[in-house]
Nanobody
Framework: QVQLMESGGGLVQPGGSLRLSCVAS????????MGWYRQAPGKERELVAS??????YYMEAVKGRFTISRDIAKRTMYLQMNNLNSEDTAVYYC??????WGQGTQVTVSS
């Protein structure tokens, strides 16, 4: 089974940027849809963005600030996050095909 591993989280000031990466242990070419989810303390996990052969999806709160992409050759999916604010603080998880999950990476936005 393909394993996913996130990296790139950390502490950033409001207005700052981070790029998350999700590396797969095997090819992701056959995974139709991949996505980034996040879960803040006391809240349910929510879909932040997804990417498939037909295009991309973004939740309303991150439109214009976040960009999802993937490099099939590198077996990697990315989430470029710009103009971060405190509401973006959460553990971010990458997911593939709805049943593959990484361990999560913490993103904290604070001054």
């Amino acid at each position: 089974q393909v394993q996913l591993m996130e990296s790139g989280g950390g502490l950033v000031q409001p207005g700052g940027s981070l790029r998350l990466s999700c590396v797969a242990s095997a090819s992701i070419a056959g995974i139709y849809v991949m996505g980034w989810y996040r879960q803040a303390p006391g809240k349910e996990r929510e879909l932040v963005a997804s990417i498939h052969r037909g295009g991309t999806y973004y939740m309303e709160a991150v439109k214009g600030r976040f960009t999802i992409s993937r490099d099939i050759a590198k077996r990697t999916m990315y989430l470029q996050m710009n103009n971060l604010n405190s509401e973006d603080t959460a553990v971010y998880y990458c997911s593939g095909a709805g049943n593959l999950w990484g361990q999560g990476t913490q993103v904290t936005v604070s001054s």
